[in-house]
């Protein structure tokens, strides 16, 4: 066993027996680890052979994290190991030509995000490493690069800028405008955990705007949900990840996701869920209600024990009403996410632009127009009787969006939620 002074047993993310202090977090592949120590004879090829499978069991980028479950199997000292991140840190600086990195600033189910210095303008940017298993997904690739450059032709106050695409040292990575403040998800996760009713609505909006810019470039999202929202202190809300590819269908990605669960899929669109290929901007109208649901009601639109389970309520479980959770909430803000998170992508919002106009509605403390429209127009008794949106295609109904009601259109979730609200309105009155 190794002395103490030697163990580094801790799990913070930032060892600082191996880090030195004041050195930023850094990335590496267990590879990158790997040759490192058989370059400095620490190791020969049959330890590295044995080493590389609890290297990526790890899933890490985190070359602390990683240097240090070697130093637990193999026994490398304190001093070695620092050595060998010394040696990374200046391998590292020649991989990403141009940009330096800094710290970390968080990881999601496709890559680690850094804060780094772009070297040329002299200022702070954020970049996206993506994880080696999409890295090594030719066809992910291709549409990465893609996606990206479709990306980099938006320019809009409420995106993310993208700023550059490429690959260097084995890495592929992502580089985007440096956002200061927090997500979403990270809000709704601290003390404040829902969000008024206002604030929420003009967060939204801003997103709204920012789906419209990208709607009118023919990019559709795919992955809107509170950790790719940020919000700076001033007030200024930020899409991110936009033009960031999902893996080559959603289907792929949610079977991964079914294995592994890595994040529950709380604001996916039912015909994403059904592997749908076409998904268009009303996918990204779906994903911003359940985060608006959300926001304003300090829960996910639909939950379960499992992946399956919230994938199968997102596909067929009618909605609680938002403002059945939280009373507070004015029935236009219920009747606006209802009309966003139809199971039907006919009985949604048709474009980003109409949900800007029935937010503004909100904001102006008058009802959302376009959405009464279509619910007064709504005749009950025939949509009681009419398909619902089924998984074999999107119900009966091809008559066009707006104007005329869709039978087919408005879907279960809003019938049955409409006969819930006149239910506790008789019971509230008994
Ligand atoms: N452009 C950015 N500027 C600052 N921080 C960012 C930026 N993009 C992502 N982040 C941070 O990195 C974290 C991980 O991002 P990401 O890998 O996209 O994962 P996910 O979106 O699945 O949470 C985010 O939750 C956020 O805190
Ligand atoms: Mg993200």
Wanted: with cysteine.
């Amino acid at each position: 066993m190794a002395p103490p002074s030697d163990s580094i047993g801790s799990d913070s993310p930032v060892d600082p027996s191996i880090v030195p202090p004041g050195t930023a977090v850094l990335p590496a592949s267990p590879e990158d680890i790997l040759e490192i120590l058989l370059g400095h004879g620490l190791i020969d090829q049959d330890e590295a052979k044995q080493l590389k499978s609890p290297l990526n069991e790890k899933q890490t980028t985190d070359a602390s994290r990683l240097i240090r479950t070697v130093v637990k199997l193999e026994g490398i000292t304190k001093n070695q190991a620092r050595r060998v991140f010394r040696d990374l840190a200046s391998l590292r600086e020649q991989k990403i030509p141009g940009y330096i990195l800094l710290d970390k600033l968080g990881k999601g189910a496709g890559g680690t995000v850094y804060k780094a210095k772009q070297i040329s303008m002299n200022r702070e940017v954020a970049i996206k490493l993506l994880h080696g298993r999409l890295a090594r997904n030719p066809d992910y690739l291709q549409r990465f690069v893609k996606e990206a450059h479709v990306a980099a032709r938006c320019s809009h106050n409420n995106i993310v800028q993208a700023i550059d695409v490429g690959s260097a040292g084995g890495h592929h990575f992502f580089v985007m405008e440096l956002i200061k403040g927090q997500t979403i998800a990270e809000m709704l996760q601290g003390p404040k955990k829902i969000f008024g009713e206002k604030e929420a609505t003009e967060i939204i909006l801003q997103i709204a705007h920012a789906l419209d810019h990208a709607a009118r470039r023919g990019l559709v999202h795919r992955d809107i949900k509170p950790s790719n929202i940020m919000l700076t202190s001033e007030g200024v809300a930020k899409l991110a990840d936009l033009g960031l590819a999902r893996e080559a269908t959603d289907q792929e990605a949610i079977e991964r996701e079914r294995g592994l669960t890595i994040g529950t899929p709380y604001y996916i669109a039912p015909e994403q869920i059904r592997g749908k290929d076409d998904v268009d901007t009303r996918a990204d109208i779906y994903s911003l209600g359940a985060t608006f649901y959300h926001m304003v009601t300090g829960q996910p639109p639909f939950q379960g024990g499992n992946v399956h389970e919230v994938l199968e309520k997102h596909m067929k479980e009618a909605l609680v009403p938002p403002d059945h959770l939280n009373p507070k909430l004015s029935s236009g803000v219920g009747e606006v996410i209802e009309i966003m998170m139809a199971k039907n992508p006919k009985a949604r919002y048709q474009k980003p632009e109409d949900l800007i106009i029935d937010l503004e509605c909100l904001l102006n403390n008058e009802p959302p127009k376009l959405a009464r429209q279509r619910i007064k127009a709504a005749d009950l008794d025939s949509l009681a009787e009419g398909e619902s949106y089924s998984e074999h295609g999107e119900g009966p109904s091809e008559m066009p969006g707006w104007v005329i009601p869709s039978l087919a259109g408005l879907g279960g979730a809003l019938i049955l939620s409409l006969l819930a609200n006149l239910l506790l309105a008789l019971k509230g009155r008994g």
